[in-house]
Every structure is written in structure tokens, then in C-alpha cells.
């Protein structure tokens, strides 16, 4: 793709999720989601084969659906309430169908089909930028949207924890593990939302980072499927190190940094006399674990049965600059200690 | 007495402004049958009359073979419940990560023909004739035939001599497309024993567009004439995209997760028998192979 065909691509990209983070009208928080959506568009197309431009236009479609939803949801409100501010969506039709629309865009279950085989079908940064960037904007709507009954969050977080541990269950292509993962993590979000929204936040952030070093990783060693994880030992050792506490901190295991919002979404939801459903998500979440276990088993407890006739790849350097990823992994491995600094960053 | 039916445009003179008056006879013409678009109809033999039927009035109902495909299928259904819980595609998931060779056809007696299809330019009204039958001590198949370049004589079609043999597409439960997932592997493993001709093996992967369900992955399988069996390794990334027979300018490597099928095709155009016979098709990993796509993809002679 030409350079500055390239940038321009990018700069929509940021320009799009900063007009909906900077709007209070509904019209321009829906145009700087457009803008988002059509500015991947041609970042998605670039290779072009059949999987690729598959994967576009199922993208495509969920996105224009959501998007008319979205746009029709803030009409409706305008019309019944009188007012296009976003913090005034109060009418309980608009609200949930917003919400829906929302949820659509980012890939919440039950609106979710439509994300493991757009994921599968990109590369690996694209399905980064699709899995971390292209949620922002969406979720600075969702976040502002003030429910009074909490029983549409809870459900949709809820499905979405059950339906990204059991979808990825018997996955072996990586891209859609990811999917799933981040499935999973949308409905641990969306959970709290009605109860704490900053610990909403904090989980996106602390997604974000892990997804990020996940995805750096899986670009370095150039991987895609469960079973050329296997000799990723042989082209970056620390890797093979670092990726296994990545996973396990996407598991939420203490003492790494993905337990601390788990931890603390399941402390909030009981002191909400909702302990059942910590309960289900804590449970669910077990089967995401499974498949993250069994990623750290492929990659780093398990050599392959080479031929001895057969060569093992290169251990070239690595040409990509590596910055992001070591700094992505720190935090995702050694940030817990530092939660109470993080708790008083967050709860204002 | 029947009343005259109205089968003539009204005199011209009355319709000067109406350029074409074909549009207005179609208002008063019997309603045709509802025509399907190119992309959709199957293969026309040239100088055979159009079939206008729907699809439906071909289909023989018989409750019998009703039940029996329920049960077939309800059959299918149960498997596919309770391999999700070995693991995917009901190979434990320990084998997934460990596999580096996999035997996909292998032809151990008559049974094993079922999974392919064979089919030469006799349906287009040529000359050539292809048949499959299981090898000697029912250890391989044997594709045979003779190839004949002769074009039929319909006043259409320029060219013919071909043959083919290709895998029938996988079928879940209720007929619903099942695909083969290659992606642990990158290289094609054959095991065959030809007559010296130059074969050509084609790769169907799953598409999503009407206009790309032509679309195949080709290289070229030459074989050695003689007693002695040939083992062909070919890598995914030699295959080259062609779409009806014509390679494309815009080439892509070959995705591996979503496989329909494979298939041989001779058309050498060399008239004459031929024989091909082969033990088996399987995928391998080579990790010497390090190559992602072996043609360029960039746009040669750019619009400037």
C-alpha cells in the first residue's frame, strides 16, 4: 500500500475514535464510529486473497448493521426525550436498543458470530488494531450510557464470559482463540459497567496491555496455528519464557496482573448481593483458562517429534522493534503489586 | 367458439414513439420461466436446448430414501456431538500439536472410491473416456482412459481433451459443507506411479463469492513412466491461482484452513490411453520449507 495512502488510513483511524471521544451529540459520536469503521476497511483488504475480503465484508456487514441500529436508537431518542446528548439516552427502548447496537460493534454474545471468522481471516496486527483500537469508541459510548435497570449488562456480560470460554474450547487456530479471549474479557466488562464503571475501565486498560503483548508475540515467532507454537523455542527462547505468564495473566491467575480485575470485579458483585453470578462468570472463566493452559503447554513444555532428516528454522533477529512488546509484558506480568496505586488512579 | 387471444403488437402506427416494441410484447407474452444468472446455471452442453425447470422438478420424492437420509444424517449429527468432546475435528488436541504427517486418501479397496468423481470432455460431446477402478491386490486406484483432442462438432467449442478425477466435497451432517484444515502442514505428499505425462493437480479452497466458485489452485505433476513409484512432495506455496483454467495477474498464496477438495486433470494433448495410478494423498510438514508464496504479488505494470 502506497505511504500516504497508508497514513491517511491510520490518521482516520485516530480521528475517528477521538471525534467520538471528544462529542456529547449522538449524530457525531455515530460519525466518528463510521469513519472508524470505514478507515480499516481497505487496512483489512490489503492481502487479497478470498479469506481476507471474506473477512471484510462479514466485518462490513455487522458494523453497517450496528451502526444503523446505533444511528436509529439515537433518532428514536431525540424524538421521544427531545435531546440529542449522549448522557441523556433515558427512555428504556432507546437505552437497550443502544446498548445492543453497542454491543454488536464491539462483539458481545449472543451479537458475537461475527468476530472469530473476521479474525481469522486478517493479519495479525490488523486483528490487533481490530481487537484493541476498534473497541474504544464504542466502549467511551457504552460507558456513558447510564442504565436504569442493569439486567441488559449483566446478561450480555454473562453470555459473552460463557460464550468466549466455550467457543474457544476446541479451537486450534490461534487468531480465533484471540477472538474468544477477547469475547471473554468484553463480558467481564460489561458485568461491572452498571455497578463500578471505573473498574471498567481498568479492565479494558489491563486487556488492552495484555492483548497487546499476545499479539506482539504471536507476530515475532509468526505463528498462527497451535501447532507451529511448538517450535517457537527454537526461533526466540525468551519468548517461550515470557509468553506462558502473558497467557496465565489473560487467565487471571494471581499473582500476575490479570487477576486484579477479575479479583475485583467478583469483590464488587458481591458486595452487590450478586454473588451467583460471580460465581457463574468465576466458573466460566475456568474454560478460558483451559485453552490458555493449553497454549503455555504447546509453546513451551512441549518439543516437536522432528524428523532427524528435518531442519529446525533460523534463530534470526528480529527485525520488528521490540520496545512496545517488553514494555506490554512488564506490565502484564509484575503490575499487581501495585494495586492499591492503580485503585486510587481509577476510583474518582 | 373460443375467444381469439391477443398474440400481435397493436398496429405500429399506434406505438410510433416506442422504439423498441419487443418490451411491449412481453407484457402480453405467457410469463417465461424465472431464468437463473450465469454464475448460477450449471454446464450447458453447446447445441443442447435450454433446461428452463427448476430445481425442484428434478428431485424423485421417495419416502423410503427420506427415512433412510434421516437417519443418516441424525447418525452424522451424534458423531459430530460427541467428537467435539475429544477434541477439534474429533482429533485429540495432542494430535493437533504434534502432527507433522497426515495420510488424507489412501486406497485400500472399492470403498474408497466413493470419495471421488471423475469426468472427461464426453459430457461437452467429446471423445475421450476416463475410468477409476481399485489397483491390483486393492492397494492403490488406477485412473485410466483414453484422451482424445478431437472438439465436438457443435459449432461452439474450440478446444477439448481433458480428464479429471477429483475428491467429492466432505459432508457434515445434513449435507452442510465440511472442510479440511491444512494449516499444520505446507507441503502436498504423493505417492503415484504415471505413465510420463504431465498432470496437473488442482486445490479447491472454500470461497465466499458466487463469482470466485470457479476459482483453483493449480501446479503441474509430471510423472516418470515405469515400474518404479513415484514420491511427489509438493509445497502449498508452488500452487498459483487460476479461475476457470486462466491464471490470474492477481496471485495469492493459498490459504490452508478451508479445503473443498483436490483433484487431478490431464490435458496434455497427447491423443492417446494414458494411466495414472496412486497410493496415496497426504500433507506433511516440511519446517526446511520456509517459503510463504513462490510468485510475486505485487501489481506489475502499475496504472500510472
Known amino acids: 500500500m502506497a505511504p500516504f495512502v497508508y497514513s491517511t488510513l491510520i490518521i482516520s483511524l485516530g480521528l475517528g475514535t477521538a471525534m467520538t471521544f471528544a462529542s456529547t451529540h449522538w449524530y457525531l459520536a455515530w460519525m466518528g464510529i463510521e469513519i472508524n469503521t470505514l478507515a480499516i476497511i481497505p487496512l483489512m483488504t490489503q492481502n487479497h486473497n478470498p479469506r481476507a475480503i471474506e473477512a471484510t465484508t462479514k466485518y462490513f456487514f455487522a458494523q453497517a448493521t450496528a451502526s444503523a441500529t446505533l444511528l436509529f436508537a439515537a433518532v428514536s431518542n431525540a424524538f421521544l426525550t427531545g435531546g440529542w446528548d449522549i448522557l441523556q439516552i433515558n427512555h428504556p427502548l432507546t437505552s437497550t436498543l443502544t446498548t445492543l447496537a453497542l454491543a454488536m460493534k464491539i462483539g458481545l454474545a449472543p451479537l458475537h458470530s461475527w468476530m472469530p471468522e473476521v479474525m481469522q481471516g486478517l493479519s495479525l496486527l490488523t486483528g490487533l488494531i481490530l481487537s484493541t483500537w476498534q473497541k474504544l469508541a464504542p466502549f467511551c459510548l457504552i460507558y456513558q450510557i447510564q442504565p436504569d435497570n442493569p439486567n441488559v449488562f449483566i446478561t450480555l456480560g454473562l453470555l459473552s464470559v460463557i460464550v468466549g470460554g466455550w467457543g474457544g474450547f476446541n479451537q486450534v487456530q490461534l487468531r480465533k482463540i484471540l477472538a474468544y479471549s477477547s469475547i471473554a474479557h468484553l463480558g467481564w466488562m460489561i458485568l461491572i459497567l452498571p455497578f463500578s464503571p471505573p473498574l471498567t475501565l481498568l479492565t479494558l486498560f489491563t486487556y488492552l496491555m495484555m492483548t497487546f503483548s499476545l499479539f506482539s508475540s504471536f507476530m ?104 512496545p512488546l517488553a514494555l506490554t509484558t512488564t506490565t502484564t506480568i509484575f503490575l499487581l503489586p501495585a494495586t492499591p496505586t492503580i485503585l486510587a488512579l481509577f476510583t474518582f | 367458439m373460443s375467444l381469439p387471444t391477443i398474440s400481435r403488437v397493436p398496429a405500429s402506427g399506434l406505438l410510433r414513439s416506442i422504439r423498441d416494441l419487443r418490451w411491449l410484447l412481453r407484457s402480453i407474452a405467457p410469463l417465461a ?272
Open chain 1, 220 to 323: 515475532l515467532v509468526r505463528t498462527t496455528h497451535i501447532n507451529s507454537l511448538s517450535i517457537s523455542w527454537a526461533k526466540i527462547p525468551t519468548l517461550t519464557a515470557s509468553v506462558p505468564l502473558i497467557l496465565l495473566s489473560l487467565g487471571g491467575l494471581p499473582p500476575l496482573t490479570g487477576f486484579l480485575p477479575k479479583w475485583l470485579i467478583l469483590q464488587e458483585l458481591t458486595k452487590q448481593d450478586l454473588a451467583p453470578i460471580a460465581t457463574l462468570a468465576a466458573l466460566s472463566s475456568l474454560f478460558s483458562l483451559y485453552f490458555y493452559l493449553r497454549l503455555s503447554y504447546t509453546m513451551t513444555l512441549t518439543m516437536p517429534p522432528n524428523n532427524p532428516a528435518g531442519t529446525l528454522p533460523w534463530r534470526l533477529n528480529p527485525q520488528h522493534n521490540t520496545l
Open chain 2, 33 to 304: 420461466t424465472p431464468r437463473r444468472a450465469l454464475t448460477q446455471m450449471g454446464y450447458r452442453r453447446p447445441g443442447q436446448p435450454r433446461e428452463d425447470k427448476p430445481p425442484w422438478w428434478r428431485v424423485k420424492f421417495d419416502f423410503s430414501k427420506g427415512l433412510k437420509g434421516m437417519k443418516r444424517h441424525f447418525t452424522l449429527l451424534k458423531e459430530e456431538f460427541f467428537a467435539q468432546f475429544v477434541g477439534p475435528m474429533g482429533k485429540p488436541i495432542i494430535e493437533h500439536m504434534l502432527e507433522q504427517n497426515q495420510v488424507l486418501w489412501e486406497f485400500r479397496g472399492p470403498h474408497s472410491l466413493q470419495e471421488w468423481t471423475i469426468s472427461c470432455d464426453r459430457e461437452i460431446g467429446g471423445k475421450s473416456e476416463v475410468y477409476l477402478k481399485v489397483g491390483r491386490n486393492n492397494e492403490t486406484c488406477l485412473l485410466y482412459g483414453t484422451l482424445c483432442s478431437d472438439p465436438p462438432k457443435d459449432g461452439e467449442t474450440r478446444y477439448s481433451g481433458y480428464c479429471t478425477m477429483r475428491a467429492k466435497q466432505p459432508l457434515a451432517s445434513f449435507d452442510r459443507k465440511r472442510y479440511h484444515d491444512w494449516s499444520s502442514f505446507n507441503t502436498l505428499h504423493l505417492r503415484i506411479r504415471g505413465d510420463g505425462r504431465p498432470w496437473m493437480i488442482n486445490v479447491i479452497a472454500e470461497t465466499y463469492y458466487t463469482h470466485q466458485k470457479d476459482d483453483m489452485y493449480s501446479y503441474f505433476l509430471y510423472t516418470r513412466g515405469g515400474p518404479y513409484w513415484q514420491d511427489v512432495k509438493i509445497p502449498f506455496s508452488k500452487f498459483f491461482l487460476a479461475h476457470r483454467g486462466r491464471v490470474q495477474d492477481d496471485q495469492h498464496e493459498l490459504w490452508l484452513d478451508k479445503i473443498n477438495a483436490i483433484g487431478f486433470t490431464l490435458g496434455d494433448k497427447a491423443d492417446g490411453p494414458f494411466q495414472l495410478e496412486i497410493d496415496f494423498i497426504g500433507v506433511c510438514k516440511d519446517y526446511a520449507h520456509t517459503e510463504d508464496f513462490a510468485y510475486e504479488k505485487y501489481k506489475r505494470n502499475p496504472e500510472v
